[in-house]
């Protein structure tokens, strides 16, 4: 059985940082692309960041470009991603998930996406 379990949330000051990490379990997912989306109350899932498969390739969501960075290792089989200078509009709960086997890491739709972690709350304070 597949699962993705985040950890690394919590409550901080405006500029500053925060690790999210992410470990997959029950397949190896070196094939497939993996990725961060974040929801924020009342609004929609949104798309953060996405890495390709060897880790090579990553795509940012214009509002965290510059201040976000997604990396993989694939011999652990988890994808973390490292925000800093962190805003107030950052607050959201964010939630790990994997692409299709050999999909485009370049996909910002939900729907692009096949597992899901359970998410984890990340809250900036102004």
């Known amino acids: 059985q597949v699962q993705l379990v985040e950890s690394g949330g919590g409550l901080v000051q405006a500029g500053g940082s925060l690790r999210l990490s992410c470990a997959a379990s029950?397949?190896?997912?070196?094939?497939?692309?993996m990725g961060w989306f974040r929801q924020a109350p009342g609004k929609e899932r949104e798309f953060v960041a996405t890495?390709?498969?060897?880790?090579?390739?990553?795509y940012y969501a214009d509002s965290v470009k510059g201040r976000f960075t997604i990396s993989r290792d694939n011999a652990k089989n988890t994808v973390n991603l490292q925000m800093s200078s962190l805003k107030p509009e950052d607050t959201a709960v964010y939630y790990c998930?994997?692409?299709?086997?050999?999909?485009?890491?370049?996909?910002?739709?939900?729907?692009?996406?096949?597992?899901w972690g359970q998410g984890t709350q990340v809250t900036v304070s102004s």
């Open positions: 029950g397949r190896t997912f070196s094939d497939s692309p």
């Open positions: 890495i390709s498969w060897g880790g090579g390739g990553t």
């Open positions: 998930t994997v692409g299709r086997v050999r999909g485009g890491y370049f996909r910002t739709k939900p729907d692009d996406y096949v597992y």
